[in-house]
């Protein structure tokens, strides 16, 4: 029996550098750099981004080296994250995956960011693993997709966001807010309290599986503005019921969607992924929704949402095991689709 392999995951699509190492479908080490710098700006700067992930970059290598109890003569393979992300970001860790895959003689894997968020739900933790097909509701700071999973190969995107992620939804309604970037969590944090029905904001009206939230994001910021010249107190005085009527408006569109997603494919296997498969809210509505209809529902670990380099690497196995290997003539593609 073939050995199982060793793959060695680079994550640096956006502002978190990560390096992960994988024993077949086993985590050994998964290292998470996250960058603060960002929060002065209240979003990613994309050039410090860049300069912070080249500083991070060998550190966090190094890490994931030494927590996974290997050396670097263990190593089969190298699996970087291609895109879609911030080029410069993206640049750093495909330089660095084709400069290890070339001095160590190993294999090179290129791996689609949102195809790792998905796949990271077959990372073995010793729990029931998604069955094929199902619909993944993928959603992050990026984008917002329902994908219709056949195989770890075979995924095709039946609904997407026409404007603003759902990521973007809370960051963007946080910084109305006056919080801190980036504002999902703490969105999260202060609706635990709130009043989901304290405020109306407007409700989207998109044809078919797809997603917007910018019409959303003006309705808040229009009360916003208009509470606050009654009231320069109004969002310190109402922060957790803001925070707890935005968090159900954005989580109302998703599983909205998500139900019409169920309807029209027959699939009722489903999963979530991406960093805002971490609200709380969303994580504890879609399990209602499923108790109810008798869905199968995964979701994933908390260290398993937000960016990392864990799912690049377990999406990397399954392209190791299928012999799908790049060559040094690769490039990041910031707007990479499926
Ligand atoms: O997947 P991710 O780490 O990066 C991208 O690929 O974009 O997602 C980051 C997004 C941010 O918009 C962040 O605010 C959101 O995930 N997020 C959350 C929570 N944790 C992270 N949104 C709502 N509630 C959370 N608990
Ligand atoms: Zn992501």
Known sequence: MNKEPIILGIESSCDDTSAAILKGNKILSNEV????????????????????????????????????????????????TKGPGLLGSLLVGSSFAKSFALGMNIHLITVNHMQGHILSHFIDEGKEIPKFPFLCLTVSGGHTQIVRVESPKKMEVIGTTIDDAAGEAFDKSAKILRLPYPGGPLIDKHARNGNIHAFEFGKPKVKELDFSFSGLKTSILYKIQNMMQKNPKFIDENLEDLCASIQHSIVSILLKKLEKAIKQTGITELAIAGGVSANSYLRSELQKLADKKNYNLYIPKFEYCTDNAAMIAIAGYFKYINNDFADQSETPSARLHF
């Open 33 to 80: 750099a996250n960058q603060d710098i960002h929060q002065l700006y209240g979003g990613v700067v994309p050039e410090l981004a860049s300069r912070a992930h080249q500083q991070n970059i060998i550190p966090v290598v190094d890490a994931a080296i030494k927590k996974a109890n290997i050396s670097k003569s263990d190593i089969d393979a190298i699996a970087f």
